[in-house]
């Protein structure tokens, strides 16, 4: 009779615990249908498409592709359709090199299925990013072409009228030269000239990789009247890649040329993969005091940084793969290995000579923050085999260069001076007469 109590209380600690259990059940059932979608984004461009739903809480995704059509099938867990998510299926631009519209659906009571249906096969990397500066849990999925661009393939063949141009002109200055010293012009007896002129020292066409910095996810800095540097460096980029365009032995090569996200390490690789002689990486400062002003030209450093401004820099721009989403897992590690592993002493010394040159042409007309290349750790200038400058054109937190760094007529001064500066530095470095590549 004793013992009756203690069951019934025991009895009575089940049920509770029942109880508990069930109301936990609920509580979870609860979160996973409140997982709230913030925004939903999508970034087409003709390396990748990427889209990205953001969200108060991370979200479980599977997805499968299909064939015969061609289309991406997710599923997200533990969500319900809302005005947001169903936003995206109006966002797709006519445009978009992969993805011909998106069908958004409540599959299940707490599944919703997006449907991509694709313009040509594609090879999807699905990953998950946690909160970082203004975002909160994102979901990314990046569309890439199952056989992806190759882009010395299409500036060989954007380039191909120019080089032939350059080859005509070679050899017609090797003819008046040799006509200049009354010997006959057959083409088997030409002699090698000693000193050639400068009109004959480019034996082929310069390359010259343009790197706007930022992109897509990655605003890069935000002025105080809400320009983002993004939208800014690619205005001063493709000004530089058109005036370098216009030049007859020298051409341009965008790592972006549209507002979405590149990798830092793709960035570099695909410099080298066109086998760019010159590498120069735009961006636009920003300091916590809004005073600070004035261009910066930065090389890389082998250790340490040349001032705590230029660590401090090189931390920041460097963060752009964490902003602007990378996949850590699918990350480049061939191109990581050989970054760490090759010398680059020479590769600094060529980067302090161009960036020197173009600090020069850019003091001509404007402030300069510091009056020398300064050195740090930038992830973008680590090709071993490319000289490389990282250009900060002004200070974007200064609201008097913000102004100036939306002026037209201020971008096309800095494009200038940043072609004349590379102008510069190849008459005194002129490339060596081999191909790199193809
Ligand atoms: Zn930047």
């Not at 909160?136 to 120019?162: C, G, H, I, N, W």
């Not at 005509?168 to 050639?196: C, G, M, S």
């Amino acid at each position: 009779m004793k013992a009756k109590p203690n069951l019934t209380r025991r009895d009575h600690l089940k049920t509770s615990a029942k109880l508990l259990g069930f109301v936990l059940l609920l509580s979870e059932a609860d979160i996973a249908f409140g997982a709230k979608i913030l925004g939903v984004r999508i970034w087409p461009s003709e390396d990748y498409t990427r889209i990205t739903l953001e969200s108060d809480s991370a979200l479980t995704v599977s997805h499968q592709v299909l064939t015969g059509p061609d289309r991406l099938v997710v599923d997200v867990q533990g969500l319900e359709l809302n005005p947001t998510l169903k936003d995206l299926v109006a966002k797709v631009k006519p445009n978009d090199p992969y993805v011909s519209q998106i069908r958004v659906g409540q599959f299940q009571p707490n599944v919703v299925r997006l449907v991509f249906d694709l313009k040509e096969p594609i090879k999807p990397q699905l990953f998950t990013l946690n909160p970082v500066a203004e975002y909160q849990y994102r979901s990314v999925f990046d569309l890439y072409p199952s056989t992806p661009l190759d882009p010395l393939m299409e500036l060989v063949k954007s380039s191909a009228k120019k080089e032939q141009a350059l080859e005509k002109k070679n050899e017609e200055d090797l003819i008046a030269q040799f006509a200049h010293r009354n010997d006959p012009p057959v083409a088997q007896a030409i002699p090698t000239p000693k000193e050639p002129p400068p009109s004959q020292r480019f034996k082929r066409l310069i390359t010259v990789a343009i790197d706007p910095g930022h992109g897509g996810e990655d605003p890069g800095a935000i002025g105080a009247r809400g320009s983002k540097e993004k939208h800014i460096v690619l205005s001063i980029a493709k000004r530089l890649s058109d005036k370098i365009e216009a030049e007859p032995y020298m051409r341009p090569y965008l790592t972006r040329d549209g507002d979405y996200f590149v990798p830092l390490h793709t960035r570099v690789r695909k410099a080298r993969q066109v086998g760019a002689d010159l590498f120069i990486s735009i961006h636009a400062d920003a300091f916590i005091q809004p005073h600070a002003k004035g261009a910066s030209v930065f090389a890389l450093s082998q250790q340490g940084a040349s001032s705590t401004t230029a660590r401090w820099m090189a931390n920041k721009e460097n963060a752009s793969d964490l902003i602007g989403g990378i996949n850590i897992k699918t990350k480049d590690s061939q191109v990581a290995h050989l970054l760490l592993d090759m010398s680059t002493t020479a590769q600094i010394k060529d980067s302090v000579q161009a960036g020197s040159s173009v600090l020069q042409r850019i003091g001509g007309f404007a402030p300069l923050h510091k009056n020398k290349v300064e050195q740090a750790g930038f992830a973008v200038l680590k090709a071993p085999d490319i000289p490389s400058i990282l250009i900060e054109t002004a200070f974007i937190s200064n609201p008097k260069e913000e102004a100036k760094l939306n002026d037209e007529a201020y971008q096309e001064r800095i494009a200038e001076a940043i072609l004349q500066g590379i102008k510069d530095y190849f008459a005194k470095n002129p490339p060596v007469a081999r191909r790199a590549t193809s």
